[in-house]
């Protein structure tokens, strides 16, 4: 059983406490990340600390007889209150609903206006009923912000959600047991409860401004170590991400199963579409042929960009027939889907190299042959998906150059069709 005296504090020297916690933390923010540009979150949940701050700080006044208490408590309660709600929507907002961000103010606003008229008519029950119950609330509105995703979520974002979330009750359960029980609960005295409460303000202040701020980090962090494996042009794996997918299926070829090809994608004239144009419409032609290849591809499937045209496909469990079946379809969709772009309509074809991991397989020996095969269907008449390299034909039966003109018509792998209104 919890003796009241156990918890006896100075109520006036918590308020301080937290006055000066707050100031503090706000000059720290101020500091962080200077003159760099902080996220809109970031950026609205410094602004609720500094409204806190300064709501324990007319507390602070109010209890000191600096300012007068008629004045400094309903408006040094009715800031707290706006203050908190604004961290509510900061934390939404963080976790990328925007519309209950946008929410959050006109329910900071109407509750600000609430408390002052509830202070009036009952300075004393219906002020601590009505300042316990809308902190409360948005203090869990702020838990269930942390708590989204909580499958994705990492341990700190989830234990960030459950301690806010138990110190938010703690916070509303003053406001209930004084609607509930007048007279309090047993050894459950309203002074107690107001003693926790207290203290519940003083933990929140610090798991709020550490949790977030460690947060934050964390998040830049795993900002970080995607773009270390990932193609911000094409939205797919970059080289070294794909390679470190690829080793653990390179080891698991030395293992008798289910063999696992590769694919190699060389879009044909893809140079000329960036000395043409420009690059910023490459990458729009980039991004074009990574979604048309996604949709042909597993969840199990991988693909990523090695350099310039040239992507690759990682095919799990899949032999070499059906390896050319996928490249066949991407092949067939490519060249039947042009790419729109503001300057014209570009029709693009890609070359195919298709292979399968063999046991004694290192990265440059696959990607190696791979690369081979995609060059053989070069040879032909037409883009195809390669396999086997064909042999170059005899002088005998090579076809005579013909003069490059701006209309001619390329048939082949660097087909160039005349849409582009550039020479071949």
């Known amino acids: 059983m919890l003796n009241p005296t156990m918890l006896a504090l100075d109520s006036t020297t918590m308020v301080l406490v937290l006055a000066l916690g707050n100031l503090a933390l706000c000059s720290l923010l101020f500091f ?61 907002e963080g976790a990328g609903s925007a519309r209950l961000r946008r929410a959050a103010v006109p329910l900071a606003v109407a509750a600000v206006l609430v408390f002052p008229v509830s202070y009036w008519i009952d300075p004393l029950g219906l002020r601590t009923l009505a300042a316990a119950l809308l902190l409360g ?28 979330a138990l110190l938010a009750l703690v916070v509303a359960a003053r406001g209930i047991l004084v609607l509930v029980m007048p007279d309090g609960w ?26 977030c701020l460690l947060l934050a980090r964390e998040r830049q962090q795993v900002d970080l170590a995607r773009l270390e494996t990932s193609d911000l042009v094409a939205d797919v794996a970059n080289r070294r991400g794909f390679f470190r997918a690829l080793a653990p299926w390179i080891s698991l070829a030395r293992r008798p199963g289910s063999a696992t090809a590769l694919l190699v994608l060389d879009l044909d004239s893809f140079r000329r579409v960036n000395d043409g144009y420009g690059h910023p419409v490459g990458d729009v032609v980039l991004r074009h042929i990574a979604d048309l290849c996604k949709r042909q591809l597993r969840d199990s499937d991988l693909l990523g960009r090695l350099v310039g ?11 070499a027939e059906e390896a050319l079946l996928v490249a066949e379809r991407m092949r067939a969709a490519i060249e039947a889907t042009p790419v ?29 042959r791979a690369r081979k ?3 053989a269907p070069r040879t032909r008449a037409a883009t195809r998906c390669g396999w086997r390299r064909v042999p170059r034909p005899s002088r005998a039966r090579r076809a005579r150059p013909q003069p490059a003109t701006a209309c001619r018509v390329v048939i082949g792998p660097s087909q160039w069709r005349p849409i582009l209104g550039v020479p071949p």
């Open 32 to 92: 962080f990340d200077y003159g760099a540009v902080r996220t809109p979150a970031m950026a609205s949940w410094s602004l609720s600390r500094q409204v806190q701050a300064a709501s324990w700080l007319l507390l602070c006044l109010g209890g000191a007889r600096v300012v007068p208490e008629p004045l400094a408590l309903p408006a040094g309660w009715a800031l707290l209150i706006g203050g908190v709600a604004l961290e509510a929507g900061a934390l939404w």
């Open 309 to 319: 045209g040239e992507f690759v496909l990682l095919l799990p469990r899949t032999g």
């Open 186 to 211: 047993r050894w459950l005295s309203h002074d107690l409860l107001r003693q926790l409460s207290t203290a519940a303000f003083y933990l929140l202040m610090l798991v709020g401004a550490f949790g």
């Open 340 to 368: 729109k772009t503001e300057r014209a309509m570009i029709s693009m074809t890609a070359s195919f190299g298709v292979t399968t991991i063999r046991p004694d397989d290192s990265n440059v020996t696959l990607l190696q």
């Open 137 to 164: 609330a948005f203090y869990l509105m702020g838990a269930a912000a942390l708590a989204r995703g909580w499958r994705a979520a990492s341990m700190l974002q989830r234990a960030l959600a459950i301690v806010t």
């Open 373 to 375: 095969r995609c060059g």
